[in-house]
C-alpha cells in the first residue's frame, strides 16, 4: 500500500518545490509549536496525515523514520523533531537530522 520515493515514479510536483514546501511547513510548524518533538513523542500532524500515518504498521513506520536522505550528511539518518501534512496526496514528513540537525522530509507515497 505504501512505497518510498524512487527516480522511477513520476511525480506531479518538483523535487525543488516540495523542498521549499516542506521548509515552509516546518518553519509554520516550528512558529505554532512551542515544543520541540522528537521520535520518542508523539508528532504533530495535521488531522489527514495523522489519519494516513495510523494506517502504516508501527514497524514500517520505524523503518521509514530511520531511513532518511540527508543532502548535508550525504547518507542516509533517523529524522527527529518531526511533524506531517498530506501533501498532493501523500504524507510528507519533515524534520531534522539526527546528526546535523538540518532539515530533512520523507515523502511516502500513499497507494
Sequence with gaps: M?????TAVHISVSVNQLCQDAVRFRQTVQATTPIQMSVESFPKF????AKLWSTIPAGTRKALLSNVWCGRCRHEVTIKNFSGAVKSNDLLVVGLCSECQGDVARLIEVR
Excluded at 495535521?46 to 496525515?49: D, G, I, L, R, Y
Design 2 to 6: 505504501f512505497t518510498h520515493f524512487s
Design 46 to 49: 495535521t488531522p489527514p496525515a
